[in-house]
């Protein structure tokens, strides 16, 4: 059982590059969610995904664009990356409403 | 809107030292409080969790209680350990409003031996 998983772990791009992080679960969870964390900021919802086939914006979705494929899988899209979407990004998932939930180990991402 | 204040780090304490940190927050009716744990290098861990007033959630030797009238979620531990060093992060999903998890700004722990 592996929870969540994401890939790549490190990336560094040039600004105006695309790149699609992936994310994938194995708990049969509905909710999928992206996260980037920026030193002090904590973690901000970029965007997030309540069932298989729905995606909502969260906090800071500008520049970014999701897919929900599958139950499963939910990937984060930057069409052109800018040096402000230099973070960490975190993909979760969860159960039922109210229900905590579940990271993944992160990626690292630079734009030079 | 929903929000959760933290103490801002970074905490330095000595092995077996007792370690509180605050956390306050901002919501209509019951959320659900969340403690979570960010060893270095890696992702967001669950610590512990109450779903109502008065509940007191506990893990690892970590506790929290959620006090309704002061709006508090404060995490304790008795005697850290060198191994307790991470980033803890405080947060809260909304009464009826999902899964949507909001984050506090998180509190660097660093226990020295």
């Known amino acids: 059982n592996a929870g969540v998983t994401q890939t790549p772990k490190f990336q560094v791009l040039k600004t105006g590059q695309s790149m699609t992080l992936q994310c994938a679960q194995d708990m049969n969870h509905n909710s999928m969610y992206w996260y980037r964390q920026d030193p002090g900021m904590g973690l901000r919802l970029i965007y997030y995904?309540?069932?298989?086939?729905?995606?909502d914006k969260g906090e800071v979705p500008n520049g970014y664009n999701v897919s929900r494929l599958n139950k499963r899988e939910f990937s984060l899209r930057l069409e052109s990356a800018a040096p402000s979407q230099t973070s960490v990004y975190f993909c979760?998932?969860?159960?039922?409403?109210?229900?905590?939930?579940?990271f993944g180990p992160g990626t690292r991402l630079t734009v030079l | 809107g929903d929000s959760v204040t933290q103490m801002e780090g970074p905490v330095t304490l000595s092995e077996e030292a007792f370690l509180t940190i605050n956390c306050t927050y901002t919501a209509t009716g019951y959320p659900s409080l969340f403690w979570y744990v960010q060893y270095p290098g890696e992702g967001l861990q669950l610590l512990l969790k109450a779903t109502k007033a008065d509940d007191k959630g506990s893990n690892k030797g970590f506790e929290a209680t959620y006090r309704k009238e002061t709006t508090s979620f404060h995490l304790e531990k008795g005697s850290v350990q060198v191994s307790d060093s991470a980033v803890y992060f405080c947060a809260l999903i909304p009464w009826a409003a999902g899964n949507k998890l909001t984050f506090g700004g998180g509190t660097r722990v660093l226990v020295k031996p």
């Open positions: 995904s309540a069932s298989e086939g729905t995606t």
């Open positions: 979760a998932s969860s159960g039922l409403a109210g229900v905590a939930q579940f």
